[in-house]
């Protein structure tokens, strides 16, 4: 399992990953979009350069409940992830700092 960075998360914008479920139903997860965060101040006021966010749309509801997720994509292998969706499971995204 590789980490995800923001370069490779650029290199696969607009790409579909796979998402195994619990129940064992997988889905997609399409990456819509990529975007640094570092603007961001922490809580000592000192911005992060490596802060991004994941947005992806999802082709089936997930549960709404945000959890660690094993996501594989065809290129970049397999990638451990804490999800959360939005609104009505279709919308994941996924922040680093």
Do not use: W
Request: with cysteine.
């Amino acid at each position: 399992m590789s980490t995800m960075t923001y370069e490779l998360a650029k290199r696969a914008f607009n790409t579909k990953f796979s998402l195994t479920l619990e129940d064992g139903n997988a889905c997609n997860l399409h990456l819509v979009h990529v975007k640094k965060t570092h603007d961001l101040p922490d809580f000592e006021n000192k911005t992060r350069p490596h802060c991004f966010r994941l947005e992806f749309r999802s082709d089936a509801p997930l549960p709404q409940s945000d959890r660690l997720y094993t996501i594989n994509h065809e290129e970049l292998g397999s990638h451990e992830l804490f999800l959360s969706t939005s609104g009505n499971g279709y919308i994941v995204m996924a922040d680093f700092s």
